[in-house]
């Protein structure tokens, strides 16, 4: 099942903040977060595994409800090169009991920081 | 550090030929995953395998096949190709026990025309 991302797009003048929602209708085992620059491979950037767990990585940083079923990206004072779409990828497992573990991506969010 | 490395880098073919893509994990991740990814859109999960076994299909048309060797090295084989196989393939890696992060390669660009 697609998780829900939000907003679709957003554009930031250089030091601006933002916020990226990702959500789900069912909890989930965990939330991935990648960045993709046009015509690139998507980069990741972190993993949330626990409810209420919060994950810094300079100035970009996520949370993860309690209820595991929705996240946020925050992006602070942000800089040219946080342009690009943003994808959170939600966890789920393939079979009780297995390892083996099905990630899908939400739609992605675009981020364009202006000068 | 080591990257996923994927082949061809770029690929063109004509409608109803044959296509390989090659995908070499990061040395000692047992996951492989293939991704499929249009103009202006997500990453869409076509196949995985771990440990050299197939662990999860996705939207892989019957079209497609896929394999992991014993060198864990994948191959997506196309066969049959239709205008709208035109995308960016996309192939990732993880480590099951080091928390599953997906590592991507730089994808392979196929164009049919």
């Known amino acids: 099942q697609q998780p829900v991302q939000s907003p679709q797009a957003v554009i930031l003048r250089e030091g601006e903040d933002a916020v990226i929602n990702c959500s789900s209708s069912?909890?989930?085992?965990?939330v991935h977060w990648y960045r993709q620059k046009h015509g690139e491979a998507p980069v990741f950037l972190m993993i949330?595994?626990?409810?209420?767990e919060q994950k810094g990585h300079e100035k970009i940083s996520a949370s993860f409800n309690e209820k595991k079923q929705q996240s946020s990206l925050y992006l602070t004072a942000s800089q040219l090169s946080y342009s690009g779409t943003y994808f959170c990828?939600?966890?789920?497992?393939?079979?009780?009991?297995?390892?083996?573990?099905?990630?899908?991506f939400g739609k992605g969010t675009l981020l364009t920081v202006n000068p | 550090a080591a990257g996923v490395i994927q082949s061809p880098r770029h690929l063109i073919k004509e409608k109803r030929e044959t296509a390989t893509l090659k995908c070499y994990p990061i040395?000692?991740?047992?996951?492989v995953y293939w991704y499929q990814q249009g103009p202006g859109q997500d990453p869409q999960f076509l196949i995985s395998?771990?440990?050299?076994?197939?662990?999860d299909k996705g939207s892989i048309p019957d079209r497609f096949s896929a394999q992991q060797f014993s060198d864990y090295h994948s191959e997506l084989n196309m066969s049959s190709l239709e205008l709208g196989d035109s995308a960016l393939y996309f192939c990732?890696?993880?480590?099951?026990?080091?928390?599953?992060?997906?590592?991507f390669g730089p994808g392979t660009r196929l164009t049919v025309t």
């Open positions: 990732a890696s993880s480590a099951l026990a080091g928390g599953r992060e997906q590592y």
């Open positions: 069912k909890a989930l085992y965990s």
């Open positions: 949330l595994l626990k409810g209420g």
């Open positions: 040395p000692r991740h047992d996951t």
């Open positions: 990828g939600t966890e789920m497992r393939v079979n009780s009991g297995g390892s083996n573990y099905k990630l899908t």
């Open positions: 395998f771990y440990e050299k076994m197939q662990s």
